[in-house]
Structures are given as structure tokens and as C-alpha cells.
């Protein structure tokens, strides 16, 4: 009924800078919450941004660093990822939260994207 692609990953050295993309598409009424979460290796998930119409929010440790930027007309969001650090290693996922066309609404992930920071 929906898929969530994620693009974007990659490898770069400390400093440097990623544009994740991910699109919801399918059988979508509208698109309530659009974030981004991070996993690395032996880590719990946490939640990276996620915005909610022109609201956004960021996790401590990537604020003055990451943007989050929604293209409702798409049901796309991006995360603009600047001065990169190895510690933002990780796998990113994308999660969308949804009201179907059958007005039933759901939650569905991306398969995941993996960003490694080299020192």
C-alpha cells in the first residue's frame, strides 16, 4: 500500500555534508509526520528530526548542524546533514506517519540508509 524509499547515504570525512531524501508514496491520503531516526551498531534507535507542518524538532546533539525540510505536494522530507561527525555514524531511517485512502492511518519505516563519517 506504501512504500518509503530513502536515498541519499554515504561516506565522507568529518566536516563534510549529506542530503537525505525519502518519499512516501502509495495509497496516501495525507502525510501527518514526516522523521528521520538513527541507529548505529550496539545503540538504541533515536529519533534524529521530525517535522509536522511548519513545526520541527531535533535531537540535542545535531541542532545547528541538521535541517529538516518537508515537500508536502511530494510527501517527501529531507535531512540536511552538515559538519558531519564520526559519531553520526549510523544507519538512518525514514518513518511516516500516514492516513491511508481507505482513511485508515498507519506508520510505516524505509528500509534504512547507511551514513558513515570518517575521522
Known amino acids: 500500500q506504501v512504500q518509503v524509499v530513502e536515498s541519499g547515504g554515504g561516506s565522507v570525512q568529518a566536516g563534510g555534508s549529506l542530503r537525505l531524501s525519502c518519499q512516501a508514496s502509495?495509497?496516501?491520503?495525507?502525510?501527518?509526520?514526516m522523521g528521520w531516526y538513527r541507529q548505529a551498531p550496539g545503540k538504541q534507535r533515536e529519533l534524529v528530526a521530525d517535522i509536522t507542518g511548519g513545526s520541527t524538532k531535533y535531537v540535542d546533539t545535531v541542532k545547528g548542524r541538521f535541517t529538516i525540510s518537508r515537500d508536502n505536494a511530494k510527501n517527501t522530507v529531507y535531512l540536511q546533514m552538515n559538519s558531519l561527525k564520526p559519531e553520526d555514524t549510523a544507519v538512518y531511517y525514514c518513518?511516516?506517519?500516514?492516513?491511508?485512502?481507505?482513511?485508515?492511518?498507519?506508520?510505516?519505516w524505509g528500509q534504512g540508509t547507511q551514513v558513515t563519517v570518517s575521522s
Open positions: 518513518n511516516a506517519d500516514v492516513l491511508l485512502r481507505t482513511l485508515r492511518s498507519s506508520e510505516y
Open positions: 502509495g495509497t496516501i491520503f495525507s502525510v501527518n509526520v
